[in-house]
């Protein structure tokens, strides 16, 4: 049974690597038919079909007609087969460079001010979704409202029963290395959290800093609460606002300010 499952396993590997080299084809090539996929890689017909069946199914390929351009033959085009979105995505990116070179320059030609504006913009889709989910749900408490508007943004959130409150668990930060660099976005934030729940809130760990998970303290919330108006174009609350207390974040932000320098 042992080498049943050794020969398995290497048999998926392979798979994994022949997939690998139909996409890094199809990147090289644009949209390819499985005729031109099979010579190029030296596979047979049954083979490649084989191999976009499994890269269509995952959605990382996908089967278009081809263009044709100028009189077309008798028949129907000739299937090709093309990256999506996600595919491209699966090859590496420079996202997160780029996004931090973006939010440097406006801090150098703006001032850290509209680093804030720009997080508290971000910021905002969540305000908007949480209070979709609050009516939506009238049995949700705020903070698993706010837990929910967020995995809607992709941060995976829950909540857990904790001393003298709750904690808000965001298991995923998809900006944490862009964070990393502008501790302004966890800042504004968490400001947000304590803006739209009324209460103080501590944000305890967050994964820009090599933190497993970002870990926010919510103290019980009055249920008759209703959250405070939007942010200013400063980044900050009108009103309400809440600052995390937390020694790791206010070192990170300082080691921030002088690596800008």
Known sequence: ????????????????STRRRVQETIMQLGPSTAAELAERLHLTAAAIRRHLTGLTDTGLVEAREQRVYGARGRGRPAKVYALTDLGRDSFSQDYDNLAVQALQF??????DSAVRAFAAGRVATVEDRYREHLAGDPDAGPAEALAAALTDDGYVASTRPAAAGT??????CPVSRVAEQFPELCEVE???FARLLGVHVQRLATIAHGDGVCTTHIPHIDPNHQSTPSMNTQGTSTQGTSTPNMSTQSTHASNHEEGRA
């Open 1 to 16: 049974m042992g080498v049943v499952k050794s020969v398995k396993s290497d048999v998926s590997v392979a798979d994994a």
């Open 106 to 111: 406006v801090a150098d030609r703006e001032g």
């Open 167 to 172: 904690q808000l668990c965001q298991h995923h």
């Open 190 to 192: 968490t400001e947000t």
